[in-house]
């Protein structure tokens, strides 16, 4: 027998025991070796990006690996019909082909899709990502364990019909439904019941909207034995009645490993998310909540008593906080300047001993405020970002600087106008496709952490 003739199962064995580029360098062996390349074991996950210049990668996966992928991950511009469209070809196609399917991710780059002009919004959605979806939902043997929609604002108000669509609920470990409104005062809230938790016995991760918050939601979720729940704020509704202290100090005591991290973002500027920052640490953040990182994007808004609030009932599981907004944002809108006597953020520094990271963009820092941080975390923090532009004068500015990268463990500089994403330079006004584009990938981060 020559070895050309070699049984698929013997060349699957002697594949695994060499690296991928190995592995493909054999297999131009002859065709009989290049067909068993293509085996789910060296194969278990492709990630689609649709564009012009990936279109051949992604016509090549689709006839080859899309059936054998135990994971997928589609990215695209949502911005764009066509890449919305292609998208929306490469899921229903996996979900025609695949019957191994236990992850699949979205990631578009906004919130919202645009759609051709020529479909009702509702019914394109619907037949071409909703209903894709709750099939492959509905599938056992195996059955989805994890689903990312990418905070995509149109797919979060199906997520009811997504849970009722779960064959195996007990099998899902990952679900980020929580989404980012493109209008935060004005927006779609759709009924969620909370039994609909009931059976994600083995959930780790959950990303949900506050809006479906409450303490019948909580007291469901406690039991689920959650190790990361994340949650995303988009305005102050004086109608939500919000969870209270005896609801999230329960679920503490059921699930002492689980952290939270909240996400409060805004794609406009809109009254809501400002009046959200302003009643953050007064009706929406309770003491016994186990907060760990807290993110606060574009809210044009600083608030000096929530920051207080939290590094004092925060003190032993706060590990990030992200404050941000647009630079050229600071002489239009009433913004609190870090310098005063008892800085909150040296007082966290201090109170917080799980503190690893700040990010501070858009707010005029007192560098003597920076020193004060760097002396009290230096050694621990992993990431202390912030603006050359955003700190005040002082004469003694490249001092204190110097003091401060002594001071860090990894090497440190204030951050210069090219090392800015786009939507926090300096150079003139960020474009919205920028601002969507940074808060689409910061709020993801907290899910691929725990997917990977």
Request: glycine share 4%.
């Amino acid at each position: 027998m020559g070895w050309g003739k070699l049984p698929a199962l013997v060349l699957v064995e002697i594949y695994g025991y060499l690296e991928p580029h190995d592995r493909l360098q054999a297999s131009s062996v002859c065709r009989h070796w290049r067909h068993t390349l293509f085996h789910p074991r060296f194969f278990e996950k492709a990630t689609f990006i649709v564009g012009r210049k990936h279109e051949a990668r992604n016509a090549f996966y689709l006839q080859h690996l899309a059936h054998l992928v135990s994971a997928t991950s589609i990215i695209f511009d949502s911005g764009s019909t066509q890449a919305v469209q292609r998208a929306m070809e490469i899921l229903m196609t996996i979900c025609s082909t695949n019957d191994r399917l236990v992850s699949l991710t979205l990631r578009p780059t906004q919130s919202q899709f645009v759609l051709p002009r020529q479909y009702a919004a509702d019914n394109f959605i619907h037949s071409g990502l909703i209903e894709p979806i709750k099939k492959i939902l509905g599938r056992r043997n195996p059955s989805l364990q994890y689903l990312n929609l990418g905070c995509c604002e149109q797919l979060a108000v199906y997520c009811s019909e997504f849970l009722r669509a779960l064959a195996c609920p007990q099998e899902m470990r990952l679900l980020a439904i929580g989404s980012v409104k493109e209008n935060p005062g004005f927006y779609y809230v759709s009924s969620l019941e909370a039994s609909l938790f009931d059976k994600c016995t083995n959930l780790r991760l959950l990303s949900l909207d506050y809006d479906f918050f409450s303490d019948e939601l909580l007291r469901v979720l406690q039991l689920l034995n959650l190790k990361r729940l994340i949650l995303h704020i988009h305005a102050f509704d004086k109608n939500h009645a919000g969870t209270t202290e005896g609801a999230w100090r329960s679920f503490q005591e059921h699930n002492p490993q689980a952290e939270l991290r909240i996400n409060l973002v805004s794609l406009t500027t809109n009254l809501n998310a400002c009046e959200a920052i302003k009643y953050l640490h007064s009706h929406i953040l309770r003491e016994s909540m186990p907060l760990s990182h807290l993110k606060v994007l574009f809210c044009k808004n600083m608030n000096p008593q929530a920051i207080d609030f939290i590094s004092q009932h925060y003190n032993k599981t706060l590990k990030s906080l992200t404050w941000v907004d647009a630079s050229f944002d600071i002489e239009e809108a009433e913004f609190f300047y870090l310098t005063s006597d008892q800085d909150p953020l040296v007082m966290m520094a201090w109170r917080c001993a799980k503190l690893e990271e700040i990010v501070l963009h858009g707010y005029l820092l007192d560098v003597h405020n920076l020193v004060g941080i760097a002396r009290l975390r230096g050694k621990n923090l992993k990431r202390f970002e912030v603006a050359k532009f955003d700190l005040l004068p002082n004469p003694l500015l490249v001092s204190f600087l110097s003091e401060i990268k002594r001071l860090m463990v990894n090497e440190w500089h204030p951050k210069r106008d090219k090392e800015l994403h786009p939507a926090l330079s300096g150079c003139g006004y960020s474009s919205d496709s920028a601002r969507d584009k940074y808060i689409m990938e910061i709020t993801q981060k907290d899910i691929q952490e725990l997917e990977n």
